[in-house]
């Protein structure tokens, strides 16, 4: 067998994995998601305790449990009985995972995380195990085959365990009422939450570098306007400061070779109408679905009377980091 050939076998051994342990699922998913939501409404916490690769798949559910606004830890369950048990509060949700249900570290840990206030459940394979029988809810992860050709290597159960870690983290901040907003504010350093938590008004060209011109200006004048601002767009406005319009420097280099008259023309006769526009308190994010949607350069910012007070330009946006 060729190495492309045992790429896809793996692939089809863990997709039918999923496939099988999303036919498991029961009311006991109900009650997991019920009994996090509890906790956290209490101020609890999330604990998640494996060992092996379960302990792995554990520290990356955590992960995603933590950015996702539910709060939870990583107890290692050897350290766990030479005092890091302490982490354990009453009132805390444990999140216990291993494929077999024996595992000797995790089972000599049971006894004292029952001497705490919490509900234990449990992602493992065998529903009738030791971990099983000291768990308020089972989630069963059994799979028919790991993708190890010796069926010794965790490869399709860890899969499992990963992939329901995700379902409850999903269900978790859908039933807390989980916003963009609050995910913005757990990734504050990252592109997602620049995007999210910056506001229009926070990157937009203002100033000299926002190039505002009267309608009844030139186009000669206007060009001047444009390049004392360094831009490559105006924004036209009418006597009364609102926008009516927009002359950018493609629209001047599409209309130079057919309109001899083009510099003495005045801008209210050339520029475009009805500009796209966003308002100065939008998300920043906002800003950039309309780049994305309305292939454009420049996005022109209004206040709240429709008066031009900013500009966000294309090419700012990767050195503000938000692309």
């Not at 302490?86 to 216990?96: F, M, P, Q, T």
């Not at 190890?148 to 870690?165: I, K, R």
């Not at 309608?215 to 036209?236: D, I, N, P, W, Y």
């Amino acid at each position: 067998m060729n190495h492309l050939a045992r790429a896809r076998e793996v692939f089809d051994i863990e997709v039918a994995a999923l496939k099988q342990v999303r036919a498991q699922l029961d009311a006991s998913f109900e009650r997991a998601v019920e009994l996090i939501v509890e906790a956290l409404r209490g101020h609890g916490k999330i604990v998640l305790v494996g060992i092996g690769k379960s302990g792995n798949v554990g520290r990356k559910i955590a992960a995603t449990l933590t950015s996702t606004g539910s709060t939870s830890v990583v107890l290692d369950s050897v350290d766990a009985l030479h005092g890091d048990v302490g982490i354990v509060n009453d009132g805390d949700v444990i999140l216990a995972l291993s494929y077999s249900g024996e595992s000797e570290e995790l089972v000599n840990l049971l006894p004292a995380l029952k001497r705490f206030a919490v509900k234990i459940i449990s992602l493992t394979g065998a529903v009738k195990s030791s971990l099983a029988r000291h768990s308020d809810v089972v989630l069963n992860v059994r799979v028919p085959r790991e993708a190890c050709p010796f069926n010794l290597a965790p490869t399709a159960s860890t899969t499992a365990m990963l992939v329901l870690g995700d379902a409850l983290a999903m269900a978790v901040l859908r039933a807390r009422g989980f916003k963009r907003s609050d995910f913005a504010r757990h990734h504050p350093s990252g592109a997602i939450g620049r995007a999210m938590l910056l506001r229009v008004g926070d990157i937009m060209r203002t100033g000299g570098r926002n190039a505002v011109a009267g309608e009844h200006l030139t186009v000669k004048e206007a060009l001047l306007v444009m390049t004392r601002a360094k831009s490559g767009s105006l924004s036209v406005v009418n006597a009364r400061g609102r926008l009516v319009g927009v002359f950018t420097d493609g629209d001047f280099r599409r209309r130079m070779a057919a309109d001899e008259e083009l510099l003495a023309r005045p801008l209210r006769q050339v520029m475009t109408r009805k500009p796209v526009t966003v308002r100065e308190d939008a998300l920043a994010a906002e800003a950039l679905r309309i780049f994305d949607a309305r292939d454009i350069d420049d996005l022109i910012v209004v206040n709240a009377n429709h008066e031009p007070v900013g500009l966000v330009d294309s090419q700012d946006l990767p050195k503000l980091k938000i692309m």
